[in-house]
Every structure is written in structure tokens, then in C-alpha cells.
């Protein structure tokens, strides 16, 4: 069981700063975030602080690109379930990005919503969808 989503529209948004988010999601994480290991795992096993970013992301179910080894590119959430710690991750990503962002998402029951990150944080937010059928 679980509640699944999907991301219905919006940008890319690139992390800066992975290290802010990795001790973010490290002082808010309990025991785990949801299925992922605990973030002590991931620096433990990986390379550098990059890499074990972008592996607690896919495994939660974030997409991400890595143009540059500098440069980590959140692109796409992949229809899974959310999780307890959909929130702790998106109050991360405020940590961590400059970028002003704004994603759509698509519940499982049609429900809609946005999460938002401006200079103020993160926060989300209902929303209406429109949908325009051209025949």
C-alpha cells in the first residue's frame, strides 16, 4: 500500500549544495526516509557526498541528471510511492538550491498539487488543472 504520484509539469531544478541537503535529510531522517538507507549508508559507501545524493534520490524515486560532476540535476519524479518523507525531502532540496521551483504533481486519486520552493523555503500548495482537448 502507499500513495503514488506523479510529476504532471515542471522544470528541472539543480542542487548546488548537496552537502546541505545530505545534513538536512541526515538531522530529519529518524531511523530512515521511508525505504532508503539512512544517509550515514550512503556517504559510507559512496565516493563523495554527489553520488550518494543522487543514490538516496533514484532510490526514492527521484530522476536525476549529472551534467558535470559539479552539477546535479533533480528532472523527473517516477510515479512511486511518496512515502513519509516526501516533505523532509523538498524542505532539503530548499537547502540546497538556488533555483526557484515549482512542480505539479498528479496523486494516484487525481488529486493535484504543487510543491514550491522560493527564497522563502519550501512549502506546498492545492492547485486547479485545466485541461484543454483539442480534436
Known amino acids: 500500500m502507499g500513495y503514488y ?3 504532471l509539469k515542471g522544470d528541472p531544478f539543480t542542487i548546488t549544495n548537496p552537502t ?15 525505504w532508503c538507507q539512512p544517509v550515514a549508508h550512503y556517504r559510507q559507501v559512496m565516493p563523495n557526498e554527489h553520488e550518494a545524493l543522487v543514490a538516496i534520490l533514484e532510490n526514492f524515486g ?3 541528471v549529472t ?3 559539479d552539477i546535479l540535476k533533480v528532472t523527473d519524479f517516477d510515479d512511486s510511492k511518496l512515502g513519509g518523507s516526501w516533505d ?5 532540496f ?14 494516484e486519486d487525481g488529486e493535484h498539487w504543487a510543491e514550491v520552493i ?14 484543454t482537448v483539442e480534436v
Open 20 to 34: 546541505a541537503v545530505l545534513n538536512r535529510l541526515e538531522e530529519t531522517e529518524g531511523n530512515n526516509h521511508s
Open 88 to 92: 523532509k525531502f523538498w524542505d532539503a
Open 67 to 69: 551534467p558535470s560532476p
Open 5 to 7: 504520484a506523479h510529476l
Open 94 to 107: 530548499a537547502q540546497g538550491t538556488t533555483d526557484e521551483v515549482s512542480w505539479i504533481m498528479c496523486g
Open 118 to 131: 522560493t527564497t522563502d523555503g519550501h512549502r506546498s500548495a492545492s492547485v486547479t488543472v485545466n485541461y
Open 62 to 64: 527521484f530522476s536525476c
